[in-house]
């Protein structure tokens, strides 16, 4: 007996050898293993793909292109994207995780490390032989155990290529969503400062006018007061457009002379056609990154406590088919949407045969919560939507009928004034007026575009607090 036990420890090398898994071997092995799901799943999410630069020379690389995109020019929130996302250490941080990932399934895959090592705990032969036996008993289990491991191993991996992805989608929103605060600072310190050149002459014009006694000292307090008020609101505005570009320069991950770059004065109009997205909860059930995460985790419990095979599937909840009306910015205006029917299926397998109470536990925990994070996302999804869409209505409202009042309103001021049928502070006050509007749209315009930016991350499960 001795002597086969021998035999078995000489040969247990080789036994293990045999076990190793060659093709994951080598996909784990790739420098970028799982990192063709994050740029591509990225572009699409965000129009722009990630960059993983693992050497020096990579992230010169990247840094000299950033460099080429911002340096002295006017950029665009698609540019400050792309840049941040090659560019931002933070989320450089995050796919070393992802690499880490792949070199615990690389380890798996290669199996159990031969090795003999032997504890003489008896005298002569048979200590021998119980050293042994002991030795190549834990190897064989050990290969035994050898491909649920490594397909624990490939889940986890694969969790990690959604938890990049999740990180990638966040950066981009808080990028976008900087860029727009920026933007909107500056635009409305161009207007403050349009209305200021106004408010300066009517100051001017009442100081005179009180130096020859025609305006008593509170008609010209009130000018004086405009001015002063407004001078303040400007002052404001560009402190908060100089805060939110510093915030957009530290996303992109640009410091030094990399930091002389521009953002345009004023946001884009709004788009011609209201936005539609009545398939909003079952892109976000299709595309979400804590969803693919939570169901991989059931797969990774279901795997690590040996739970029986899958016996049914379950839905959170079913929208049952049919129609709804909803209703737009005018009263007069209805549209109905289809209801799709979306099922978000979660697998329960059968915990009868579970060895232990904590892998029971531990399963029905993950799966619950699984569930709720369902529920969490069409609802964030159906908000995400009712928040793009009002905002839309909000600022098309501004736009398409305010707007034109107040200018309608300007025009017959200025007429009344070079008719002299007003005065310069009527008119005055008219231009006050108009400055409140044009400030209203300017802000109802900036959350329509916070609001498309918010919806991206509720389809794709980003946050626009993420990466910093």
């Not at 929103?173 to 900087?178: G, K, N, Q, Y």
């Not at 570009?245 to 410091?255: A, I, V």
């Not at 049914?312 to 007069?332: F, H, K, Q, T, Y």
Request: proline content about 3%; hydrophobic content about 45%; aromatic content about 6%.
């Amino acid at each position: 007996m001795t002597v086969s036990l021998k035999l078995g420890a000489l040969a247990l090398p080789a036994l293990l050898a045999a076990c190793a898994d060659t093709g994951a071997v080598r996909r784990a092995s790739d420098p970028n293993a799982g990192f063709s799901l994050v740029a591509q799943s990225s572009r699409q999410a965000t129009g722009s793909g990630g960059v993983w630069a693992q050497s020096a020379a990579e992230v010169a690389a990247n840094e000299a292109r950033a460099r080429a995109l911002v340096h002295r020019r006017t950029i665009g929130p698609d540019t400050a994207v792309q840049v941040a996302l090659m560019n931002n250490r933070g989320l450089q941080a995050a796919y070393a995780d992802l690499g880490l990932s792949a070199t615990d399934l690389w380890e798996t895959a290669l199996g159990p490390v031969p090795r003999l090592g032997v504890t003489i705990s008896g005298i002569g032969e048979v200590g021998l032989a119980r050293s042994l036996e002991a030795t190549v008993t834990g190897a064989i289990l050990e290969a035994a155990t050898q491909k649920s491991r490594q397909a624990i191993a490939e889940t986890r991996f694969r969790q990690a290529q959604y938890a990049a992805l999740g990180e990638t989608v966040a950066l981009a929103t808080e990028t976008r969503l900087a860029w727009i605060d920026a933007v909107s600072a500056f635009e409305r310190a161009g207007l403050v400062g349009r209305a200021q050149g106004t408010a300066d002459a009517a100051s001017e014009l009442a100081a005179e006018l009180g130096r020859t006694g025609a305006m008593n000292r509170a008609d010209q307090a009130r000018e004086h007061v405009f001015t002063a008020e407004l001078a303040a609101e400007r002052a404001d505005a560009r402190l908060e457009a100089q805060l939110a570009k510093e915030k957009l320069t530290r996303l992109m991950g640009l410091w030094g002379s990399d930091i002389d770059f521009y953002v345009p004065d004023r946001l884009p109009g709004l788009p011609g056609r209201r936005p539609g997205g009545v398939e909003v909860e079952k892109l976000a059930l299709s595309h979400r990154t804590d969803l693919a995460i939570g169901r991989l985790e059931l797969d990774a419990i279901a795997g690590e406590y040996r739970l029986a095979g899958q016996t049914r599937m379950i839905s959170d909840l079913a929208i049952v088919a049919g129609a709804e009306a909803e209703r737009s910015g005018s009263p007069r205006e209805t549209e109905v949407s289809p209801v799709l029917e979306v099922d978000f299926e979660i697998r329960v397998y059968d915990t009868g045969k579970i060895a232990s109470r904590r892998g029971e536990l531990a399963y029905m925990r993950a799966a619950n919560q699984l569930a709720q994070d369902a529920v969490n996302a069409r609802s964030e999804a159906r908000s995400a939507h009712a928040a793009v869409t009002g905002k839309y209505n909000v600022a098309r409202h501004w736009r398409d009928e305010v707007l034109p009042l107040r200018r309608a309103i300007d025009e017959e001021a200025l007429r009344s004034y070079n008719g002299m049928l007003a005065s310069t502070f009527e008119l005055i006050t008219d231009a006050r007026e108009g400055l409140d509007a044009e400030l209203s749209y300017a802000e109802a315009k900036a959350d329509y575009w916070r609001a498309e930016a918010d919806m991206i991350a509720a389809i794709w499960g980003g946050s626009s607090g993420g990466t910093d």
